[in-house]
């Protein structure tokens, strides 16, 4: 847990330098692998260790960015804050000790799980990126939210196509109709939506901006909301 | 009026609003759902006769989105056709295909919704160690064996159900059914629901058709070969 506090501290100093927040990058990758060692199995259930790897996700993929986000100076802020905010809530989150039940021992399970969260992480990213251009109006950020949200949804739609093999295999059935269920649909559906807007030229720039941003909202009540708000069999 | 339709159908407009519409529907689901306990029997029978016997003020938004999917299916058939034959000519086709295999991707898995929604089956039966229960076409499933293990710390560590299947007095199969491999016999799928080790050894079993489950499988993998070609077209061209 030691590690995961200096994380923290480094995402805030990384609020005022850079390097501070790849530092915290660092920290945060040996605590998840030191979890995964202590555990045994990969360390992605529970909000603990969920939110921990969707922090670390967002500030690696942000390192995809960084030439272009190097001109904006305060991009790093944006970033960190970010990242330390999602470790704190970690941070104040029970961790989910107890080995895995049978059913959740397999690859299928485990890559359903990891993309599903890589995507948001690549969503977060992208509202980031949203946010950084309707400040400094610069197609090329806007460009790179596209990029973002396109890599997102098809590890999106990936992990969705893993879960329903993974769910045929365990209960008989690709698809539930339960909330989780229900709000992943209309998750990838508002990002089928946002990705057909832009191809207009009038939805290009501030529109498709705000739309990536907002569907950032959706996916944290997908994540966040839906597990803690609502009864369902697929909690975190 | 029919050029009309087809502009309508053809029209990138009409995807966008449908698909606006149809996360307003789910949306009113998502606060429908949890709070009718009508829906907690959805997954008992196929979809298309659950929704059937229930009050059109719990499913509007149900039937509303499957309106939705009909003409999201109408309008992604008549566009993408639309698509290939205005840019047949042009010298990057592999990017002009790849949205193309990913919408028919789309399409097999509404498909496979369809197919398991109007033809799927569940059924449900306890079932302890050495019994046996009668299947539809008249075979004995006798569970032999249920095998559970704990660990050190008192949690379920693995388990395995072994089966036979008995026609007109011969053993036909022998299986086991264990985490996330079930036992499948004329299509029909044996799944341990739940297990049970004090003070006799039972299972719950859970006996599915899913017949949309291959569709399912094939339209998502035409789906991620769409979008992964897409992707990598892309950063080829914007290199």
Redo the contacts between chains.
Sequence with gaps: MLTAYATLLCYLLGLWKRPALYLGLLTQISYIISRGLELERLPLVGPHDTLTFLSASIVAFSIAFRKPLNAYLYSHTVIAATAAVFTALALFSKQHN??L???L??I?FELHVVLAFLSYALFGLAAILGFLYLKEKDNLIEGLQYRSI??G??FF??SM?FG???A??????????T?KE??T??LW??Y??YL??R??QE?MGRPSAIIGISGFAVVLFTYLGVSLL??SSHAF | MIKQAINFFISLKTAIWLLCLLIVMLLAGAVIMPANEEFQSIHSVPMLEWINEQPLGLTWWLWSSIGLLSLLTANTLFCSIDSIIKKRKVTQWLLILSPQIIHIGFLFILLAHLFSSAQGFKGYSAVAEGTALELKDKTILHIKNIRISFDNKGYLSDWAVDAEYIADGKTVKQDSIMPNKPSIYKGLGVYVKDLRAYPEKMVLLELSREPGAVWALIGGILFMIGTIMLIILKWKRDK
């Design positions: 107890a080995p039940p049978p059913v021992k397999i299928w396109l890599i949804y098809c739609s990936l196509i329903g093999i993974w045929y295999l365990a209960w008989g059935t690709y698809w539930l109709w909330p229900l709000w649909t209309i559906i508002f089928s939506m057909h807007a191809l207009r939805w609502m009864k």
